[in-house]
């Protein structure tokens, strides 16, 4: 397990002063290389990535602005070439203010194909037992509406980009808020989301977001221009 402290600060912040959805992946991101850097499996140093599949999130108490809080993360279970990875907050008193868990798949950065993860490396992230929140490892998977209620297309620039010339994990959430109806997105951000990532979408490419909103959540599909293939899939929920 890896534990760092960190600030909310105002880059940080939503609209009622508190840490954004978005900034709680680029935290989650930014641990996750942390651990891979104390295991010996630095993105920088390695043939080898991760490829994040999925995201399941849910904020009990959102940290405030100018506030300090714990961010802890650990290996939850490596099998082969997949893993699932457990994050979560807790302010300075211990309470417990977010949780989450995550999903990935080993790449060989040459060759861009999934291989198997060595025993070195999965011995070295380790396995805490003990600590797990969720039930199950593995994120279920998410179903694709066949209606919405609009769609619009959006072209990749550089602003979405990350080192690995792709659009970063982060960034589908940023498309996805962008599609949000003004209602909703100046409303309260969701305390539970889930995203699944299918397709990696590179710079200057046309993406096409489709909305629905259903009882439970609001779903956004990011496909390609012709919508023949599905890139990602976010899923905010209501309550």
């Not at 868990?101 to 070195?120: G, L």
């Not at 309260?188 to 909305?211: H, M, P, W």
């Amino acid at each position: 397990m890896v534990t760092e402290k960190f600030y909310v600060g105002y880059t940080e912040i939503n609209n009622e002063f508190k840490l954004s959805n978005v900034a709680l992946l680029n935290y989650f991101q930014d641990i996750t290389t942390i651990h891979g850097k104390l295991a010996g499996d630095s993105l920088k140093d390695t043939d080898y990535g991760w490829f994040l599949t999925a995201y399941h999130v849910k904020v009990f108490k959102r940290p405030e602005y100018e506030n300090w809080f714990n961010l802890s993360t650990w290996s939850r279970e490596i099998k082969g070439f997949i893993a699932s990875r457990e994050f979560e907050i807790k302010d300075n008193a211990g309470n417990l203010q977010v949780s989450a868990i995550s999903n990935w798949v080993r790449i060989n950065k040459h060759t861009q194909k999934i291989e198997r993860v060595s025993p070195e490396i999965a011995s070295a992230y380790g396995k805490e037992n003990n600590s797990n929140i969720f039930t199950e490892p593995w994120i279920s998977k998410i179903q694709v509406p066949e209606n919405f209620d609009f769609e619009t297309k959006i072209q990749i620039n550089r602003n979405y980009i990350d080192v690995h010339k792709h659009v970063n994990n982060v960034s589908y959430l940023k498309l996805a808020e962008l599609v949000l109806p003004e209602s909703v997105y100046n409303g309260s951000e969701s305390n539970e989301f889930d995203i699944l990532y299918k397709k990696a979408v590179r710079c200057g490419e046309i993406i096409t977001c489709q909305y629905l909103e259903t009882d439970e959540y609001y779903i956004i599909t990011i496909k390609n221009e012709d919508k023949s293939e599905l890139c990602a899939i976010v899923r905010l929920y209501k309550k």
